[in-house]
């Protein structure tokens, strides 16, 4: 399908605008379209980095969960309540924002603390091993979350980009060239028309 032309005035002062706003959108595709290519390779590096983190993370949370059900049969609910109360989390996590290539998202840092000490009354053994890969499966999942969030987010961002790109290159530019040649057309038409009028002139005075 043609594009259309643009509902302007066809005049010298209208073309010399045309051409430098057309000049002016080749350069912002060209641009959007290096953007394009460096969201493309911040993707794979974030679907790669995303698909280890979760592969790791389906191991870590196995463990954990192991550990805790071990522990929860030999202390039973109450005793593993009440040696959890008051304890300060093993792990810190802060949440920062974070840009690239114009896409915001939290960066999170997340790093695992010394285990508070308990009393060895009512506790097993393995109470604090669990404590130990509950804290790593928390910080694994913090980011994890990071990752999930940058790769969704960036990938909106490169559907954005190419829309973007797509109608520059196949709508709004072709109108501006259409345009332009019909301008160009016209004001060729005229000088015709007014060099003929002037040969007939000459000739009517002659």
Known sequence: MTAKRLKIPPTKSTLLTLKRKVTFLELGVSLLERKKELLTRLVYERLKQYRELRNEAK???ETAYHWLGITHTRMGDRSLQQAALGLNPPFE???LPHSSIGVQYPAVAAKLLDLQPVGLMGTDTSFDETR???ADMVVLLAKLGEAETALWRLLEEQRKTQKRVNALKYNVIPKYHNTIHFIKSTLEE???NT????KILRENLN
């Open 132 to 134: 130990h890969h509950l």
């Open 59 to 61: 191991t870590v949370l």
């Open 190 to 192: 005229e000088d015709r």
């Open 195 to 198: 060099l003929f009028q002037i």
């Open 93 to 95: 996590i802060k949440i």
